[in-house]
């Protein structure tokens, strides 16, 4: 079974830049997450997706973050414009179904690194 | 509010000898406890969950976790330390009844065992 692919696995540009990360969850995943890790943090969620719907946002900084979900399966993370503390690694993971017992499964993540 | 605590940073223990990282939690009601690790630039890999039922949880790669319900603990135990488990792990809790289905997770708890 293929995992959570995410692309890219290393990004840098300067502040006041835009990028984009992409997710693709375990095939049949209805539910997918995005998280922020910072180094030395804990992740931290930043949206989560119930097929193509929004469930919870409430910690995404909606001025400058926006993430979307067209068609309920794969996603897109973007920063507009980055700032220096949105150096982290962007996280995507996905679950089965919206499951309180249930555990995630996450990709590898995308580095950013803003200068 | 829901959070966890990993009151150490770091751990250190010789190949061989017993681990245990040490998690507490704060949750409204009952909680599901999740272990994650994490191996350098990779994503979070799902280790054991408690639910209900026996307080002993066994996991993957011989780990196992105890949940303790009035200390508020879910400690992540190994009789036998290898090598290949120094990662960096994470505690996460979400809780049984809420609106939020939010996972929570600790600052992570590094471990490094020497040969």
């Known amino acids: 079974e293929a995992g959570v692919a995410q692309s890219p696995r290393y990004k840098i540009i300067e502040k006041r830049q835009s990028v984009a990360f992409w997710c693709n969850p375990i095939s049949g995943h209805a539910t997918l997450y995005w998280y922020q890790q910072i180094l030395g943090q804990g992740p931290k969620l930043l949206i989560q997706f119930q097929n193509n719907g929004v469930v919870d946002d409430s910690q995404l900084p909606k001025d400058r973050f926006s993430a979307e979900r067209l068609k309920g399966v794969d996603s897109t993370l973007k920063i507009q414009p980055a700032k220096l503390e949105d150096s982290a690694v962007y996280l995507c993971?996905?679950?089965?179904?919206?499951?309180?017992?249930?555990?995630?499964?996450f990709g590898e993540g995308s580095r950013l690194t803003v200068l | 509010a829901q959070s966890v605590a990993q009151p150490e940073d770091q751990v250190n223990v010789a190949e061989g000898n017993p681990l245990t990282v040490k998690c507490t939690y704060s949750v409204s009601g009952n909680p599901y406890l999740f272990w994650y690790v994490q191996y350098p630039n990779r994503g979070l890999q799902f280790l054991l969950k408690y639910i209900t039922g026996d307080n002993l949880v066994k996991g993957s790669y011989g780990f196992e976790a105890e949940f303790n319900k009035s200390q508020t603990s879910f400690h992540l135990k190994k009789p036998s330390a290898l090598v290949s488990d120094s990662a960096l792990y994470f505690c996460?809790?979400?809780?049984?009844?809420?609106?939020?289905?939010?996972?929570?997770f600790g600052a992570g708890t590094t471990v490094t065992v020497r040969a």
């Open positions: 993971a996905s679950s089965l179904v919206r499951q309180r017992a249930g555990e995630l499964f």
């Open positions: 996460a809790v979400r809780a049984e009844r809420s609106n939020d289905y939010k996972l929570s």
